[in-house]
């Protein structure tokens, strides 16, 4: 399904201070899937977090929580009650059948959070003389 970027001059993120490991599913022979144990991963088996954020939306009435998923091999921190920027952010559509009926789901996913490092390990300088 199509990620589409967001326009995040038109939003804030307020920090919660919170984040976690996203599980990883595994698809039964059912269809079905379950939690394998282990933290999921992105294409290049650098791991997923889930970084909770406030959605502060001037044209809303109420503030939302929303989970921005980032891959990042250490666990991304944001100050609890401060505006958050996320790199390359983007909104993904899904299909929530989950219940008695199906209706439209998002999934938030970004490239990192500016002010942070980069998702890469960082190279082993492995006796090399520093350039």
Known sequence: MREIPVDTTKVQFIGTGKSAARAEYAQLSDGSTRRTGEQATDD???????????????????????????????????????????????????????????KVAFSWLADGIDGQGGQHKPQENKGQPAA
């Open 44 to 102: 290049h088996g650098v791991p997923i977090w889930v970084v909770d954020v406030l959605v502060d939306d001037d044209d809303a009435d109420r503030a939302e929580i929303a989970g921005v998923r980032v891959a990042s091999y250490d666990e991304p921190q944001t100050p609890k009650w401060q505006p958050v920027k996320f790199r390359n952010l983007r909104c993904k559509p899904w299909a929530d059948s989950s219940g008695n009926f199906t």
